[in-house]
């Protein structure tokens, strides 16, 4: 991204985005798979006091696009729909691919972006999931469909969630956690396009790495790890943090690659904690 040759420019296309509240605008980014709605953990709580706006990223959600691209597009687009909202300040939130394009952005137009909230990403990510087996899989499918049809069910949760692919996105099998994946997760994965799998493939296989380059960010940071997080590691979050200059960190015990929806009331409750000692950073005038 940016200046690196793991992507190449192109023409923006229109995003999708969902708009809610009034105020300091900050800017919302899912991560793969994912999509606008899957950040409503974030803006139904962020956009009583703020202006949030979350996008469907090309090729995600409903912002439909199958022709291949590169990583650096998600740049593009993103920089236009700044442009056209005409944000000359805001704060960016990324989770996951979205905190890394939230760095991406911070590096290329720094006097737009006031502050991030880097959730589950790193600017060099690394994961350890263990190989994926066709039981995996099977129980995964079964366990969605179920939670589909009665979200937080406490049968599906033991008998078919905790065997499935979701023991290594969450740590905490709760309803709260599972009524959260069938109201923002399933369809977005559904909607996650295949060419947009290949760009963000293409792009850790070319070996990502931006820890270099985030000394050049300025902005404060608030960077947020689940422990037991099998995607992005948490160590590759807290090597993030600490070569950000302005960086306050935490990591959350007992949590994997979701912890926004294992343990919402904290997590809201130290990103409220972390504006309030940053006022800078919702600050049009800063």
Same mark, same amino acid.
């Given at each position: 991204? %940016?200046?690196?040759?793991?992507?190449?420019?192109? /023409?923006?296309?229109?995003?999708?985005?969902?708009?809610?509240?009034?105020?300091?605008?900050?800017?919302?980014?899912?991560?793969?798979?994912? #999509? %606008?709605?899957?950040? #409503?953990?974030?803006?139904?709580?962020? #956009?009583?006091?703020?202006?949030?706006?979350?996008?469907?990223? @090309?090729?995600?959600?409903?912002?439909?696009?199958?022709?291949?691209?590169?990583?650096?597009?998600?740049?593009?687009?993103?920089? &236009?729909?700044?442009?056209?909202?005409?944000?000359?300040?805001?704060?960016? =939130?990324?989770? &996951?691919?979205?905190?890394?394009?939230?760095?991406?952005?911070?590096?290329?137009? /720094?006097?737009?972006?006031? %502050?991030?909230?880097?959730?589950?990403?790193?600017? @060099?990510? @690394?994961?350890?999931?263990?190989?994926?087996?066709?039981?995996?899989?099977?129980?995964?499918?079964?366990?969605?469909?179920?939670?589909?049809?009665?979200?937080?069910?406490?049968?599906?949760?033991?008998?078919? %969630?905790?065997?499935?692919?979701?023991?290594?996105?969450?740590?905490?099998?709760?309803?709260?956690?599972?009524?959260?994946?069938?109201?923002?997760?399933?369809?977005?994965?559904?909607?996650?396009?295949?060419?947009?799998?290949?760009?963000?493939?293409?792009?850790?296989?070319?070996?990502?790495? @931006?820890?270099?380059?985030?000394?050049?960010?300025?902005?404060?940071?608030?960077? =947020?790890?689940?422990?037991?997080?099998?995607?992005?590691?948490?160590? #590759?979050?807290? *090597?993030?943090?600490?070569?950000?200059?302005?960086?306050?960190?935490?990591?959350?015990?007992?949590?994997?690659?979701?912890?926004?929806? *294992?343990?919402?009331?904290?997590?809201?409750?130290?990103?409220?904690?972390?504006?309030?000692?940053?006022?800078?950073?919702?600050?049009?005038?800063?």
């Amino acid at each position: 991204m %940016g200046d690196r040759s793991y992507f190449q420019n192109s /023409p923006a296309v229109p995003l999708n985005v969902y708009i809610q509240g009034e105020g300091f605008p900050i800017l919302c980014l899912h991560g793969h798979p994912g #999509s %606008g709605s899957s950040l #409503s953990v974030f803006t139904h709580h962020l #956009s009583k006091r703020f202006k949030t706006f979350a996008p469907d990223l @090309r090729g995600y959600g409903k912002s439909r696009f199958n022709d291949n691209f590169d990583m650096s597009d998600h740049l593009n687009d993103l920089e &236009s729909l700044i442009d056209s909202f005409q944000m000359q300040k805001c704060l960016i =939130l990324g989770w &996951s691919l979205g905190g890394i394009l939230a760095m991406e952005l911070a590096l290329r137009r /720094p006097e737009r972006v006031t %502050g991030l909230i880097l959730v589950a990403t790193a600017a @060099r990510p @690394r994961g350890n999931h263990p190989p994926i087996t066709w039981e995996d899989n099977l129980y995964t499918g079964i366990a969605s469909v179920l939670n589909l049809i009665k979200p937080g069910w406490q049968w599906n949760i033991e008998t078919f %969630g905790k065997r499935s692919l979701f023991r290594y996105l969450i740590q905490q099998h709760t309803a709260t956690t599972y009524n959260y994946i069938a109201r923002d997760a399933v369809s977005a994965y559904l909607q996650t396009s295949a060419t947009a799998t290949r760009a963000l493939y293409t792009a850790i296989k070319a070996g990502y790495n @931006r820890l270099a380059d985030l000394e050049q960010i300025q902005c404060p940071a608030l960077v =947020l790890a689940g422990s037991q997080d099998y995607h992005i590691t948490p160590d #590759s979050s807290i *090597e993030t943090a600490r070569h950000l200059k302005n960086c306050q960190w935490q990591c959350y015990a007992n949590t994997a690659h979701l912890f926004p929806w *294992e343990i919402p009331d904290q997590v809201l409750s130290d990103i409220d904690s972390w504006l309030e000692g940053h006022p800078e950073t919702v600050n049009r005038f800063s």
